[in-house]
C-alpha cells in the first residue's frame, strides 16, 4: 500500500509541472486524457491496481485515489478557464483595429485621355449601327499599300515616311490595312470603324512617331458622298455640340476618288476667328472620300454594283482639340500631374 500511496504522490506532483506548461488548448486535451482517460488514463490504472491490493487497505487507498482524481480534475477545470480566457484574448487582439492610426488613403486611377477619346468616339459610332474591327500592325506590302492603290513609286513609301521591317513588311502607317481584311472576309453591306495604334518616321509638338488612328469605312448599294458628308456632320455634331459646322475642301488620296479635307468650325471662337484656328474659324480634322473603284477590284468587288466611303482621323488630334492641348508629347510622357487631370 505504501508504495501505491508514493506513486499517486509522484503521479501529483508530475501532473503539476506538466499543468504549469501547458499554453494551448491543444496541449490541455491531451493531459486531460492523459490522466482522466477512461481506457489508459493515469487514474484508471490506479484504480485497476486498486483490485490487487488487500481487502484491509483497500478503503483507504480507495479514499486517495479518488482524491488525486478530484485535485486532477479541478486543476483542469481551472486550467481550461484560464486558456480558454487567453486564447479569446488573443482571438480579440487580431480582430482589434487602432482607430486612431492615421489612415491611408489609396490611389485612384483614371482613363488616359486618349482612351477616353476613342471611347467616346467608337460610342459615337456604334449608336449608328457602325460595328468594330481590328487587324494588324505588322503588316505585309500589299495589305498597307498596294491593295490601297499606293504603288511602289508613291512617296508614302519613302523611309522617312515608314518603318520597314524587311522589303515586304512595315509597321502600318496607318489603319486601312484593316479595310482591306474587312473586305475580304466579308460581303456588302456593312458600316465598320478601325481604331488601332499606326506608325510613322515624324516626331514634334503635333507628330508621333506612334499615334492612334480610327478610320470608318461603309460599303454596300448606292453609297453616295451625300451620305458621307451625312455620316461626318452627324458624327461631328454629337462630338463637338449641336453648333457645330462641316465644311469640306478637295483634297486627294490614293484610295479615294473624289476626295476630300473635312474642317470643323472653330471650337475655341465658334467660328469668329481666334489664336487656335489662326483666325480662319475653321479646323482640320480629318479626311475622307468615296472609295475609289480600284481597291473595290483588288478585293474582289464589282464596282459597277457596289459603292462606298471611307474616312480617317487621328484620335491625338481629336483629344487635343477637345482639351485644347497645344503638345502631343504630353500624352506619352506619363506626368500624373497632367494625366489626372482627366480623373
Same mark, same amino acid.
Given at each position: 500500500m505504501k508504495q501505491v500511496l508514493e506513486k499517486i504522490e509522484e503521479y501529483k506532483k508530475q501532473f503539476e509541472e506538466e499543468l504549469n506548461k501547458i499554453e494551448s488548448l491543444k496541449a490541455f486535451e491531451e493531459l486531460r486524457v492523459k490522466y482522466l482517460g477512461r481506457k489508459a488514463g493515469i487514474v484508471k490504472s490506479l484504480l485497476d491496481l486498486l483490485r490487487t491490493v488487500d481487502r484491509e487497505f483497500k478503503p483507504k487507498l480507495g479514499q486517495e485515489i479518488n482524491k488525486f482524481k478530484v485535485f486532477v480534475e479541478q486543476s483542469l477545470k481551472e486550467a481550461g478557464e484560464t486558456i480558454k480566457k487567453k486564447q479569446q484574448?488573443?482571438?480579440?487582439?487580431?480582430?482589434?483595429?487602432?482607430?486612431?492610426?492615421?489612415? =491611408?488613403?489609396?490611389?485612384?486611377?483614371?482613363?488616359?485621355?486618349?482612351?477616353?477619346?476613342?471611347?467616346?468616339?467608337? /460610342?459615337?459610332?456604334?449608336?449608328?449601327?457602325?460595328?468594330?474591327?481590328?487587324?494588324?500592325?505588322?503588316?505585309?506590302?500589299?495589305y498597307n499599300f498596294e491593295a490601297l492603290g499606293i504603288p511602289k513609286t508613291h512617296p508614302a513609301r519613302d523611309t522617312q515616311d515608314t518603318f520597314y521591317i524587311s522589303e515586304d513588311v512595315v509597321l502600318?502607317?496607318?489603319?486601312?490595312?484593316?479595310?482591306?481584311?474587312?473586305?475580304?472576309?466579308?460581303?456588302?453591306?456593312?458600316?465598320?470603324?478601325?481604331?488601332?495604334?499606326?506608325?510613322?518616321?515624324?516626331?514634334?509638338?503635333?507628330?508621333?512617331?506612334?499615334?492612334?488612328?480610327?478610320?470608318?469605312?461603309?460599303?454596300? /448599294?448606292?453609297?453616295?458622298?451625300?451620305?458621307?458628308?451625312?455620316? @461626318?456632320?452627324?458624327? @461631328?455634331?454629337?462630338?463637338?455640340?449641336?453648333?457645330?459646322?462641316?465644311? @469640306?475642301?478637295?483634297?486627294? =488620296?490614293?484610295?479615294?476618288?473624289?476626295?476630300?479635307?473635312?474642317?470643323?468650325?472653330?471650337?475655341?471662337?465658334?467660328? /469668329?476667328?481666334?489664336?487656335?484656328?489662326?483666325?480662319?474659324?475653321?479646323?482640320?480634322? @480629318?479626311?475622307?472620300?468615296?472609295?475609289?473603284p480600284v481597291v473595290f477590284e483588288n478585293v474582289g468587288y464589282d464596282p459597277e454594283k457596289v459603292t462606298g466611303f471611307a474616312f480617317g482621323l487621328g484620335v491625338e488630334r481629336i483629344a487635343m482639340l477637345k482639351y485644347g492641348i497645344s503638345d502631343i508629347r504630353l500624352f506619352f510622357d506619363n506626368d500624373i500631374r497632367f494625366l489626372k487631370q482627366f480623373r
Amino acid at each position: 500500500m505504501k508504495q501505491v500511496l508514493e506513486k499517486i504522490e509522484e503521479y501529483k506532483k508530475q501532473f503539476e509541472e506538466e499543468l504549469n506548461k501547458i499554453e494551448s488548448l491543444k496541449a490541455f486535451e491531451e493531459l486531460r486524457v492523459k490522466y482522466l482517460g477512461r481506457k489508459a488514463g493515469i487514474v484508471k490504472s490506479l484504480l485497476d491496481l486498486l483490485r490487487t491490493v488487500d481487502r484491509e487497505f483497500k478503503p483507504k487507498l480507495g479514499q486517495e485515489i479518488n482524491k488525486f482524481k478530484v485535485f486532477v480534475e479541478q486543476s483542469l477545470k481551472e486550467a481550461g478557464e484560464t486558456i480558454k480566457k487567453k486564447q479569446q484574448e488573443l482571438e480579440e487582439k487580431k480582430k482589434f483595429f487602432d482607430i486612431t492610426l492615421p489612415g =491611408f488613403k489609396g490611389l485612384e486611377g483614371g482613363k488616359h485621355p486618349l482612351t477616353i477619346t476613342r471611347e467616346l468616339i467608337e /460610342e459615337i459610332f456604334v449608336s449608328m449601327g457602325y460595328d468594330i474591327a481590328s487587324g494588324p500592325e505588322v503588316e505585309s506590302d500589299w495589305y498597307n499599300f498596294e491593295a490601297l492603290g499606293i504603288p511602289k513609286t508613291h512617296p508614302a513609301r519613302d523611309t522617312q515616311d515608314t518603318f520597314y521591317i524587311s522589303e515586304d513588311v512595315v509597321l502600318r502607317t496607318h489603319t486601312s490595312n484593316v479595310q482591306i481584311h474587312v473586305m475580304k472576309t466579308r460581303k456588302p453591306p456593312f458600316k465598320v470603324i478601325m481604331p488601332g495604334r499606326v506608325y510613322r518616321k515624324d516626331a514634334d509638338i503635333t507628330h508621333s512617331p506612334m499615334f492612334h488612328q480610327i478610320e470608318g469605312l461603309v460599303v454596300g /448599294e448606292n453609297i453616295t458622298f451625300q451620305d458621307l458628308k451625312g455620316t @461626318l456632320d452627324t458624327f @461631328l455634331k454629337k462630338l463637338f455640340g449641336e453648333k457645330a459646322r462641316l465644311r @469640306l475642301r478637295p483634297s486627294f =488620296f490614293p484610295f479615294t476618288e473624289p476626295s476630300a479635307e473635312v474642317d470643323v468650325s472653330c471650337i475655341m471662337c465658334g467660328g /469668329e476667328g481666334c489664336r487656335v484656328c489662326k483666325g480662319s474659324g475653321w479646323l482640320e480634322i @480629318l479626311g475622307a472620300g468615296m472609295v475609289d473603284p480600284v481597291v473595290f477590284e483588288n478585293v474582289g468587288y464589282d464596282p459597277e454594283k457596289v459603292t462606298g466611303f471611307a474616312f480617317g482621323l487621328g484620335v491625338e488630334r481629336i483629344a487635343m482639340l477637345k482639351y485644347g492641348i497645344s503638345d502631343i508629347r504630353l500624352f506619352f510622357d506619363n506626368d500624373i500631374r497632367f494625366l489626372k487631370q482627366f480623373r
